[in-house]
Protein backbone atom coordinates (compact mmCIF):
# COMPACT_ATOMS: atom_id res chain seq x y z
CA UNK A 1 0.00 0.00 0.00
CA UNK A 2 1.37 3.54 -1.26
CA UNK A 3 2.20 5.77 1.58
CA UNK A 4 0.15 8.64 1.71
CA UNK A 5 1.94 12.01 0.43
CA UNK A 6 2.67 15.10 2.94
CA UNK A 7 0.86 17.64 3.05
CA UNK A 8 2.63 20.55 4.86
CA UNK A 9 1.29 23.21 7.26
CA UNK A 10 1.35 26.56 5.85
CA UNK A 11 4.86 27.99 5.28
CA UNK A 12 6.10 24.44 6.13
CA UNK A 13 9.14 23.50 3.18
CA UNK A 14 12.39 21.01 2.85
CA UNK A 15 14.46 23.58 4.57
CA UNK A 16 16.27 25.26 7.29
CA UNK A 17 15.42 28.79 7.85
CA UNK A 18 17.77 31.33 8.76
CA UNK A 19 14.86 34.53 8.71
CA UNK A 20 11.15 34.13 8.70
CA UNK A 21 9.05 36.97 9.17
CA UNK A 22 5.32 36.60 9.20
CA UNK A 23 2.92 39.69 8.15
CA UNK A 24 -0.61 40.06 7.87
CA UNK A 25 -1.95 37.64 5.35
CA UNK A 26 1.60 36.56 4.23
CA UNK A 27 4.05 34.61 5.52
CA UNK A 28 7.81 35.18 4.30
CA UNK A 29 11.06 32.49 4.51
CA UNK A 30 14.36 32.47 3.64
CA UNK A 31 15.70 29.06 3.71
CA UNK A 32 18.41 27.07 3.16
CA UNK A 33 17.35 23.55 1.20
CA UNK A 34 18.53 20.18 3.53
CA UNK A 35 16.95 17.28 1.50
CA UNK A 36 18.48 16.19 -2.45
CA UNK A 37 16.19 15.10 -4.81
CA UNK A 38 16.23 11.23 -3.86
CA UNK A 39 14.80 12.31 -0.33
CA UNK A 40 12.44 14.82 -1.44
CA UNK A 41 8.96 12.64 -2.07
CA UNK A 42 5.75 13.73 -3.85
CA UNK A 43 3.81 16.48 -1.76
CA UNK A 44 1.27 19.23 -1.64
CA UNK A 45 1.48 22.52 1.17
CA UNK A 46 -1.75 23.51 2.58
CA UNK A 47 -1.33 27.37 1.22
CA UNK A 48 -0.57 28.75 -2.00
CA UNK A 49 3.29 29.68 -1.85
CA UNK A 50 5.99 31.21 -4.57
CA UNK A 51 9.41 29.30 -4.63
CA UNK A 52 12.49 31.66 -5.50
CA UNK A 53 15.79 29.38 -5.93
CA UNK A 54 18.62 31.77 -5.94
CA UNK A 55 21.21 29.20 -5.54
CA UNK A 56 21.94 25.46 -6.62
CA UNK A 57 19.65 23.63 -9.38
CA UNK A 58 16.18 23.51 -8.64
CA UNK A 59 13.83 20.68 -10.91
CA UNK A 60 9.59 21.75 -11.32
CA UNK A 61 7.04 20.11 -12.86
CA UNK A 62 5.21 23.43 -13.26
CA UNK A 63 4.03 24.84 -16.15
CA UNK A 64 6.05 27.22 -18.17
CA UNK A 65 9.18 27.75 -20.10
CA UNK A 66 12.41 26.28 -18.62
CA UNK A 67 15.35 29.30 -18.63
CA UNK A 68 18.50 29.71 -16.65
CA UNK A 69 18.72 31.76 -13.88
CA UNK A 70 16.69 31.86 -10.87
CA UNK A 71 13.62 29.49 -10.77
CA UNK A 72 10.38 31.11 -9.56
CA UNK A 73 7.52 28.84 -9.05
CA UNK A 74 3.82 29.19 -8.04
CA UNK A 75 2.37 26.58 -6.46
CA UNK A 76 -1.86 26.80 -5.49
CA UNK A 77 -2.91 25.25 -2.25
CA UNK A 78 -3.06 21.36 -2.38
CA UNK A 79 -1.12 21.00 -5.74
CA UNK A 80 0.69 17.83 -5.95
CA UNK A 81 4.13 18.21 -6.76
CA UNK A 82 8.26 16.60 -6.09
CA UNK A 83 9.53 20.05 -7.29
CA UNK A 84 13.28 19.83 -5.44
CA UNK A 85 16.74 20.59 -5.36
CA UNK A 86 18.93 18.20 -7.09
CA UNK A 87 21.64 18.15 -3.89
CA UNK A 88 22.09 20.01 -1.02
CA UNK A 89 23.43 23.42 -0.63
CA UNK A 90 20.56 25.30 -2.14
CA UNK A 91 19.13 28.71 -0.99
CA UNK A 92 15.36 29.74 -1.46
CA UNK A 93 12.79 32.15 -0.99
CA UNK A 94 9.35 31.39 0.06
CA UNK A 95 6.01 33.52 0.02
CA UNK A 96 3.51 31.88 1.93
CA UNK A 97 -0.25 32.79 1.33
CA UNK A 98 -3.12 30.97 3.74
CA UNK A 99 -5.76 29.12 1.63
CA UNK A 100 -8.65 31.56 2.80
CA UNK A 101 -6.64 34.70 2.04
CA UNK A 102 -5.16 33.49 -1.06
CA UNK A 103 -8.84 33.04 -2.61
CA UNK A 104 -10.16 36.21 -0.97
CA UNK A 105 -7.17 38.03 -2.93
CA UNK A 106 -7.58 36.52 -6.05
CA UNK A 107 -10.97 36.55 -5.94
CA UNK A 108 -11.83 33.49 -8.56
CA UNK A 109 -8.63 34.75 -10.62
CA UNK A 110 -5.73 33.06 -9.55
CA UNK A 111 -3.96 30.07 -11.75
CA UNK A 112 -5.15 26.95 -10.66
CA UNK A 113 -2.13 25.10 -12.16
CA UNK A 114 1.49 25.35 -10.99
CA UNK A 115 3.42 28.07 -12.81
CA UNK A 116 7.22 28.75 -13.63
CA UNK A 117 6.97 32.58 -14.19
CA UNK A 118 9.60 33.53 -15.95
CA UNK A 119 8.77 37.05 -16.39
CA UNK A 120 11.10 40.41 -15.40
CA UNK A 121 8.51 41.49 -13.60
CA UNK A 122 7.90 38.76 -11.50
CA UNK A 123 11.51 38.07 -10.86
CA UNK A 124 12.44 41.61 -9.85
CA UNK A 125 9.66 41.33 -7.37
CA UNK A 126 11.41 38.37 -6.11
CA UNK A 127 14.70 39.12 -5.73
CA UNK A 128 13.67 42.89 -4.79
CA UNK A 129 11.80 40.70 -1.86
CA UNK A 130 14.92 38.40 -1.09
CA UNK A 131 16.53 41.56 -0.67
CA UNK A 132 14.22 42.96 1.64
CA UNK A 133 13.78 40.38 3.68
CA UNK A 134 17.72 39.80 4.66
CA UNK A 135 18.08 42.92 5.10
CA UNK A 136 18.92 44.14 8.75
CA UNK A 137 15.71 46.80 8.69
CA UNK A 138 13.02 45.58 6.37
CA UNK A 139 9.97 47.63 6.49
CA UNK A 140 6.53 45.56 6.96
CA UNK A 141 4.74 47.56 4.37
CA UNK A 142 7.95 47.12 1.72
CA UNK A 143 7.63 43.36 2.76
CA UNK A 144 3.83 43.22 2.15
CA UNK A 145 3.50 45.55 -1.25
CA UNK A 146 6.21 43.18 -2.89
CA UNK A 147 4.97 40.00 -1.64
CA UNK A 148 1.42 41.48 -3.56
CA UNK A 149 3.58 42.52 -6.64
CA UNK A 150 4.63 38.74 -6.47
CA UNK A 151 1.25 37.55 -6.29
CA UNK A 152 -0.20 40.04 -8.81
CA UNK A 153 1.62 37.62 -11.43
CA UNK A 154 -0.32 34.71 -10.49
CA UNK A 155 -3.49 36.35 -10.72
CA UNK A 156 -3.61 36.68 -14.14
CA UNK A 157 -2.74 33.81 -15.38
CA UNK A 158 -3.18 33.24 -19.42
CA UNK A 159 -6.43 31.60 -21.28
CA UNK A 160 -5.97 28.71 -22.77
CA UNK A 161 -6.47 30.84 -26.18
CA UNK A 162 -3.88 32.63 -24.94
CA UNK A 163 -0.95 29.93 -25.22
CA UNK A 164 1.57 31.02 -26.99
CA UNK A 165 2.14 28.94 -30.59
CA UNK A 166 4.66 26.28 -31.16
CA UNK A 167 6.79 28.25 -33.67
CA UNK A 168 7.86 30.76 -30.76
CA UNK A 169 9.35 27.99 -28.75
CA UNK A 170 11.52 27.05 -32.04
CA UNK A 171 12.62 31.02 -31.76
CA UNK A 172 13.15 30.50 -28.16
CA UNK A 173 15.52 27.92 -28.33
CA UNK A 174 16.80 28.97 -31.10
CA UNK A 175 17.82 32.24 -29.47
CA UNK A 176 19.02 30.05 -26.00
CA UNK A 177 21.94 28.37 -28.11
CA UNK A 178 23.21 31.34 -29.82
CA UNK A 179 22.60 34.35 -27.37
CA UNK A 180 26.17 34.81 -27.72
CA UNK A 181 26.36 35.09 -31.08
CA UNK A 182 25.22 38.14 -33.59
CA UNK A 183 21.17 37.36 -34.44
CA UNK A 184 19.10 39.25 -36.84
CA UNK A 185 15.23 38.77 -36.99
CA UNK A 186 15.64 37.03 -39.89
CA UNK A 187 17.45 34.27 -38.07
CA UNK A 188 15.09 34.01 -35.86
CA UNK A 189 12.64 33.97 -38.23
CA UNK A 190 14.23 30.58 -40.67
CA UNK A 191 14.54 29.13 -37.30
CA UNK A 192 10.85 29.09 -36.34
CA UNK A 193 9.85 28.75 -39.96
CA UNK A 194 7.50 32.03 -40.32
CA UNK A 195 7.95 35.36 -41.93
CA UNK A 196 9.57 37.91 -40.38
CA UNK A 197 7.39 40.44 -39.64
CA UNK A 198 5.31 37.67 -38.72
CA UNK A 199 7.76 36.49 -35.91
CA UNK A 200 8.35 40.28 -34.54
CA UNK A 201 4.65 40.83 -34.21
CA UNK A 202 4.34 37.41 -32.71
CA UNK A 203 6.62 38.57 -30.04
CA UNK A 204 5.46 41.18 -29.08
CA UNK A 205 1.82 39.35 -29.34
CA UNK A 206 2.95 36.59 -26.86
CA UNK A 207 5.89 37.81 -25.01
CA UNK A 208 5.18 41.32 -24.86
CA UNK A 209 9.03 41.94 -26.06
CA UNK A 210 11.03 42.85 -29.18
CA UNK A 211 13.66 40.07 -30.46
CA UNK A 212 16.51 42.15 -29.01
CA UNK A 213 14.51 42.71 -25.66
CA UNK A 214 14.45 38.61 -25.37
CA UNK A 215 18.07 38.21 -26.47
CA UNK A 216 19.37 40.51 -23.68
CA UNK A 217 16.75 38.66 -21.52
CA UNK A 218 18.95 35.11 -22.36
CA UNK A 219 22.48 37.02 -21.51
CA UNK A 220 20.97 38.51 -18.60
CA UNK A 221 19.94 34.67 -17.79
CA UNK A 222 23.08 33.49 -18.49
CA UNK A 223 24.76 35.93 -16.46
CA UNK A 224 22.51 35.12 -13.28
CA UNK A 225 23.01 31.42 -14.18
CA UNK A 226 26.44 31.68 -14.15
CA UNK A 227 26.29 34.56 -10.62
CA UNK A 228 24.38 31.68 -9.22
CA UNK A 229 27.43 29.35 -9.37
CA UNK A 230 30.04 31.60 -7.93
CA UNK A 231 32.86 30.16 -9.72
CA UNK A 232 33.65 33.47 -11.80
CA UNK A 233 34.44 37.05 -11.50
CA UNK A 234 31.84 39.30 -12.73
CA UNK A 235 34.09 40.87 -15.13
CA UNK A 236 34.35 37.25 -16.79
CA UNK A 237 30.60 36.35 -16.87
CA UNK A 238 29.45 39.67 -18.53
CA UNK A 239 31.86 38.25 -21.24
CA UNK A 240 30.87 35.09 -20.66
CA UNK A 241 27.57 35.82 -20.99
CA UNK A 242 27.79 38.23 -23.94
CA UNK A 243 28.31 42.06 -23.10
CA UNK A 244 30.53 44.08 -23.46
CA UNK A 245 31.85 44.39 -20.32
CA UNK A 246 31.41 44.16 -16.35
CA UNK A 247 29.62 47.99 -16.90
CA UNK A 248 26.88 47.15 -19.34
CA UNK A 249 26.22 43.82 -17.68
CA UNK A 250 25.69 45.98 -14.46
CA UNK A 251 23.66 48.65 -16.16
CA UNK A 252 21.14 45.95 -17.77
CA UNK A 253 21.14 43.78 -14.69
CA UNK A 254 20.19 46.39 -12.50
CA UNK A 255 17.58 47.49 -15.07
CA UNK A 256 16.33 43.64 -15.31
CA UNK A 257 16.24 42.76 -11.82
CA UNK A 258 16.46 45.63 -9.85
CA UNK A 259 19.75 44.40 -7.94
CA UNK A 260 23.05 44.38 -9.52
CA UNK A 261 25.19 41.50 -10.43
CA UNK A 262 27.40 42.01 -6.69
CA UNK A 263 24.13 42.29 -5.40
CA UNK A 264 22.35 39.20 -6.43
CA UNK A 265 25.78 37.05 -5.80
CA UNK A 266 25.05 38.03 -1.83
CA UNK A 267 21.65 37.19 -2.47
CA UNK A 268 22.57 33.26 -3.92
CA UNK A 269 25.27 32.82 -1.14
CA UNK A 270 23.79 34.68 1.72
CA UNK A 271 24.97 34.74 5.54
CA UNK A 272 22.17 35.84 7.59
CA UNK A 273 21.57 34.93 11.22
CA UNK A 274 18.47 33.28 12.10
CA UNK A 275 16.26 35.87 14.03
CA UNK A 276 12.30 35.61 15.36
CA UNK A 277 8.94 36.52 13.36
CA UNK A 278 7.49 39.60 13.90
CA UNK A 279 5.46 37.98 16.60
CA UNK A 280 8.55 36.80 18.26
CA UNK A 281 7.17 33.18 18.00
CA UNK A 282 9.41 31.11 16.82
CA UNK A 283 8.05 27.65 14.36
CA UNK A 284 8.32 24.80 16.52
CA UNK A 285 8.39 22.52 13.67
CA UNK A 286 11.27 21.52 11.24
CA UNK A 287 10.86 23.87 7.99
CA UNK A 288 11.04 21.60 5.85
CA UNK A 289 10.23 23.29 -1.24
Known amino acids: MAAP ?11 APTIERRLPGVRLAHLAATMSAEHVDEHSHDDAHFVLATRGRYETT ?13 NPPGVVHRDRFVETGGYFLAVSFAAGDWRALADGGAAID ?6 PVA ?16 EPLSLEGLSLELAAE ?6 DGDRRPPWLDLAETYLADAFDQPIGVADLARAAGVHPVHLARGYRRWLGAAPGER ?6 ERAADLLMRGRLPIGEIALAAGFCDQSHLNRQFRH ?21 DVSGVQDEAPVTP
Open 5 to 15: RTAFAPGRFYG
Open 62 to 74: AWGPETEGPVLVY
Open 114 to 119: ALRLTG
Open 123 to 138: RRAALRLTRSLLSADA
Open 154 to 159: ALAPPR
Open 215 to 220: LRARRL
Open 256 to 276: AYGVTPGEFARLCSPRPTRRP
